[in-house]
């Protein structure tokens, strides 16, 4: 049987479904400021870049515009004064963590997320009990695509990266968990740009749902060893 010594996930668009607290609370903002509401399929589109991102794309700003700044921090401030009123865990990721925590198998969470909106997240959804490693910016000096957050993690569960497995649903994801010799998986149900494609990450296998990830970890453990596929793979024909 071969060995997962631990998973690691990013989280908003991976195992977390946050996108309806940012929407509601950018559509807040653009209404104070005489705009018109955006849609949700269209600021779901740019919620794993970031906040600056969310700003740029709902009031087509560049960083550099003098409102850019304070809609920013009144983005950060309103979602620290409300972070999880609508998140949830996406469905059928419950039942993976089950899945995992079953099977022994340790998780953890890396993510560019600053840390006080993770914990707060990780509370309400009573995670943070059940979370092996937990690594936000600032227990980094370079965040995704550096390798850095990976590797500690892999470094607290004491799992070997080459036996251990990053899923993620931006090509930063994918980048990071290369550059730490991982094994890779495009979370496809995530928050993809727009006209893109998880197929074109370089992955080493792609899932389309969470509990298509539970069927590809159950082969992997049956495998003789972990190895890294010349394509990426799916569960799909």
């Given amino acids: 049987m071969a060995r997962i010594d631990a998973v690691l996930f990013d989280l908003d668009g991976t195992l977390l479904d946050s996108a309806r607290d940012f929407h509601r609370i950018i559509n807040q903002m653009l209404l104070e400021h005489g705009r018109s509401a955006i849609a949700f399929e269209s600021l779901r589109t740019q919620v794993s870049n970031g906040a600056r991102a969310m700003v740029m794309h709902a009031f087509q700003l560049e960083p550099n515009e003098s409102t850019f700044a304070p809609l ?102 994918i980048e990071a968990g290369r550059a730490a010799g991982m094994i890779t998986v495009a979370a496809a149900w995530g928050y993809l740009n727009e006209g893109e494609r998880a197929e074109d990450w370089n992955s080493h296998y792609i899932s389309y749902q969470p509990s298509e990830l539970q069927t590809l970890l159950h082969a992997l453990l049956q495998q003789a060893e972990i190895t890294a596929p010349g394509k990426p793979g799916s569960l799909r024909s």
């Avoid at 620290?80 to 996406?90: A, N």
């Avoid at 963590?97 to 006080?116: A, C, D, F, M, S």
């Avoid at 993770?118 to 910016?137: A, D, F, K, Q, Y």
Wanted: hydrophobic share 30%; charged share 25%; glycine share 6%.
């Fill in 72 to 173: 920013h921090q009144k983005l950060l401030d309103y979602y620290g004064e409300d972070t999880c009123q609508e998140s949830r865990l996406f469905d059928e990721v419950d039942t993976l963590l089950n899945w995992l925590e079953h099977r022994g198998i340790q998780w953890g969470i890396v993510t560019n997320k600053p840390e006080r909106f993770t914990l707060t997240l990780l509370e309400s959804l009573n995670l943070n009990g059940r979370c092996g490693s937990l690594i936000c910016p600032e227990h980094v000096r370079a965040s995704k695509p550096d390798p850095e957050g990976l590797l500690l993690a892999c470094e607290q569960l004491n799992a070997d990266p080459a036996h251990s497995i990053y899923v993620g649903d931006h090509l930063r994801d």
